[in-house]
C-alpha cells in the first residue's frame, strides 16, 4: 500500500491543515486551460458524463449561474453529484458556544434545505440521499481553531468553554444526485 492510500499515512497528512493550506499556496496563481470559475467553465457544452462538486456551491456567489453551467457541460443523459450541509450541521458545537441561532437563521446559498429545488429548475431527476453521521469531539483547542476558521464566526471562538468534555456533534450532509 502507497502513501496515497495508507489510511494511517492520511490520517496523519490530514491531522492538521497546515500540509493542505500549503499544497493550496501554490495554486493561488494558476492559469492554462482547466483554471475556470463554476461560474463560467471554459468547456465545450456537452463535454462530461458525470460532475462533482462536493461542499463548494454554498461558496459560489451566484449558484442559478453555476448550476446552468454544470447543466451546460454535461452530456444529455449526464449526472451531477453535489455534496452539501444542512442548517443545523455540528449544531451541538454552535451550541457549546451561544451560537446556535445565529447558525439556524444564516442563509445557505445552496444546501440540504434548498438544494433539490434548486437542482430540479435545470435537471429532469434529482436525488437527495442523507449522508449525515456524527463527529466526536474531545479537544478544546480543535474546536476553538474550527469556530476561529472564519470571520463570520471567529467572535465566537472566546466563548469555547476552559474545560470541555468529549461529545458528539451531528454532521448534517446531504448527497444530490441529479440526472439531466
Request: glycine share 6%; aromatic share 8%; with cysteine.
Amino acid at each position: 500500500m502507497s502513501a496515497l492510500n495508507d489510511p494511517q499515512a492520511v490520517r496523519e497528512q490530514y491531522r492538521t491543515e497546515a500540509g493542505l493550506a500549503a499544497r493550496s499556496a501554490l495554486y493561488e496563481e494558476t492559469t492554462g486551460r482547466y483554471a475556470g470559475d463554476v461560474q463560467a467553465f471554459p468547456f465545450e457544452g456537452g463535454m462530461f458524463d458525470a460532475v462533482a462538486a462536493n461542499w463548494m456551491l454554498y461558496h459560489v456567489p451566484d449558484v442559478d449561474c453555476a448550476l446552468s453551467e454544470l447543466a451546460r457541460v454535461l452530456t444529455p443523459h449526464g449526472r451531477l453529484v453535489a455534496v452539501t450541509v444542512g442548517k443545523d450541521n455540528l449544531l451541538e458545537l454552535w451550541r457549546l458556544v451561544g451560537a446556535e441561532r445565529a447558525r439556524l437563521a444564516r442563509p445557505i446559498a445552496f444546501g440540504a434545505e434548498n438544494g433539490a429545488q434548486m437542482l430540479s429548475r435545470r435537471f429532469r431527476t434529482v436525488e437527495a440521499r442523507d449522508a449525515s453521521g456524527t463527529v466526536r469531539i474531545r479537544d478544546r483547542d480543535a474546536v476553538e481553531r474550527y469556530v476561529s476558521s472564519t470571520a463570520t464566526w471567529k467572535r465566537y471562538a472566546e466563548r469555547v468553554p476552559a474545560e470541555l468534555e468529549p461529545f458528539r456533534a451531528r454532521r448534517s450532509n446531504v448527497v444530490l444526485v441529479a440526472d439531466k
